[in-house]
């Protein structure tokens, strides 16, 4: 029988939680939590270039989020790279 706690091709060790990567989850979690909070607008008003505020809030949107993926992304492998690196040594 084999110890299915470790996941596989893992060390066993525990995940760490680190600066890097709570910015990283902040990065990742700002886009939902402003999507998912739909009274702050849900309203017609201002309008941009005759477009009304849900729907170019909407899309405004996608490239922050575009944007903030990218940085969490650039800086855990960052991170990934600099640990790989200081364990080899």
């Known amino acids: 029988m084999s110890d299915t706690s470790?996941?596989?091709g893992s060390s066993g060790r525990r995940p760490v939680v680190t600066p890097?990567?709570?910015v990283a989850a902040f990065c990742l979690i700002v886009p939902f939590v402003a999507m998912l909070w739909v009274g702050s607008y849900a309203k017609v008003e201002p309008d941009f270039i005759g477009?009304?505020?849900f729907y170019w809030y909407q899309m405004l949107w996608?490239?922050?989020s575009a944007v903030l993926t990218s940085v969490?992304?650039?800086i855990v492998?960052?991170?990934q790279r600099a640990r790989k690196?200081?364990?080899s040594a």
Request: hydrophobic share 40%.
């Open 6 to 8: 470790a996941s596989p």
């Open 20 to 22: 890097t990567r709570v």
């Open 51 to 53: 477009i009304p505020f």
């Open 62 to 64: 996608v490239p922050i």
């Open 72 to 74: 969490a992304y650039v």
């Open 77 to 79: 492998r960052r991170e």
């Open 85 to 87: 690196e200081g364990g």
